[in-house]
């Protein structure tokens, strides 16, 4: 017996979202010594907070609180992926932003503390065929009956993200127990099934999957896209 679920009849609504940085993308995802990098991968957390235009102007809490968050934010993504990219190494000074200075560093010397960031370099598609190549590939549910808007801010100076969307008609969630590979990366807190195959990915605030079969869970399966239905979304058909 198939068992499935239509996200629809739930009041939940599926979309595939393509994310083009129009500016150049920096946030940390490794730091070793003096040199940070960003990876071309998204946390879906990172997305989420983004896209429901949720933050913290003020805040008295010295540790995240994800799940209370999450809980009122009106939609949830997937990690986001990026198959086509390119990054620019830039140099900057560690000086005191008080008294623009260098010396009064433990060391005591005046000249630069040199230290370097990787960015990830602006996307802008010319066309339809460049649209499918490059920036990152995320899957969006919607719980208020909305559509996610098209722009946004990501990263620590915030560039300027666009954002291109197409609806999965009719979604059904379906249960399966044979491995099936999702075509996104995976947070693992999302996973109810077991894991077969995972090639984790280093980067805060936790891992994730860059790939990975599951099986004994749930998904979405529309023409080229096979999407896993986060616990979350799953929480909220139950309810």
């Excluded at 009849?9 to 150049?24: E, S, W």
């Excluded at 915030?158 to 127990?177: D, M, Q, T, Y």
């Amino acid at each position: 017996m198939v068992q499935a679920i239509s996200l629809n009849d739930q009041g939940i609504r599926v979309f595939v979202c393509r994310l083009y940085n129009h500016d150049y993308l920096w946030f940390s995802s490794y730091e070793i010594s003096k040199l940070s990098t960003a990876l071309p991968i998204l946390h879906n957390y990172a997305l989420t907070y983004s896209l429901g235009d949720f933050s913290y102007g003020i805040s008295r809490e010295t540790a995240p609180r994800y799940e209370e968050d999450l809980a009122y934010i009106p939609l949830y993504t997937t990690p986001a992926l990026a198959t086509s990219w390119s990054r620019t190494r830039i140099t900057y000074n560690a000086i005191n932003s008080r008294s623009l200075r260098t010396d009064d560093a433990p060391r005591d010397i005046n000249s630069p503390d040199l230290g370097w960031r990787n960015y990830l370099d602006p996307v802008y598609p010319t066309d339809e065929q460049s649209a499918q190549q490059l920036g990152f590939t995320c899957y969006v549910f919607t719980f208020n009956g909305q559509r996610p808007k098209g722009v946004t801010r990501l990263g620590k100076k915030g560039a300027a993200i666009r954002i291109l969307w197409k609806e999965v008609e009719k979604p059904l969630a379906v249960f399966r127990k044979e491995p099936v590979r999702p075509t996104h990366p995976l947070n693992p807190l999302d996973i109810s099934g077991q894991l077969s195959l995972y090639e984790p990915v280093s980067i805060p605030p936790h891992l994730l999957l860059r790939t990975a079969e599951i099986q004994d869970d749930w998904f979405i399966f529309a023409g080229p896209h096979r999407v896993h239905v986060p616990k979350k979304v799953l929480t909220r058909c139950q309810a």
